[in-house]
């Protein structure tokens, strides 16, 4: 199994940043793409961003592009969101995943979750 533990997410006001961190455990994490998604209240889970396995390559979703940048630290087991210009309508529940892809990330589909990480965006 791949131990997933998010941090980082906090109340931030619109406009600014906020840079989310995922840890993982060690010996697995570089045989794994990594993405993230969110979950706001009421509404399906959303793919965010992934990242291949060597971390050279990535792939988000419209609505994330230009604001939203993925990277990975394989020495450290960690993958990190980095988030700029915020918006109300960011406000949710954030979540890294580990996959087979970032093609298999991009339709959902995840072998392991983690817990998740609140991000509050005021208006």
């Known amino acids: 199994q791949v131990q997933l533990v998010e941090s980082g997410g906090r109340l931030v006001q619109a406009g600014g940043s906020l840079r989310l961190s995922c840890a993982a455990s060690g010996r697995t994490f570089s045989n794994y793409a990594m993405g993230w998604f969110r979950q706001a209240p009421g509404k399906e889970r959303e793919f965010l961003t992934a990242i291949n396995r060597s971390g050279d390559g990535t792939f988000n979703a419209d609505s994330v592009k230009g604001r939203f940048t993925i990277s990975r630290d394989n020495a450290k087991n960690t993958v990190y969101l980095q988030m700029n210009s915020l918006k109300p309508e960011d406000t949710a529940v954030y979540y890294c995943?580990?996959?087979?892809?970032?093609?298999?990330?991009?339709?959902?589909?995840?072998?392991?979750w983690g817990q998740g990480t609140q991000v509050t965006v005021s208006s």
């Open positions: 995943a580990a996959g087979s892809g970032t093609y298999y990330l991009a339709n959902i589909h995840a072998a392991y």
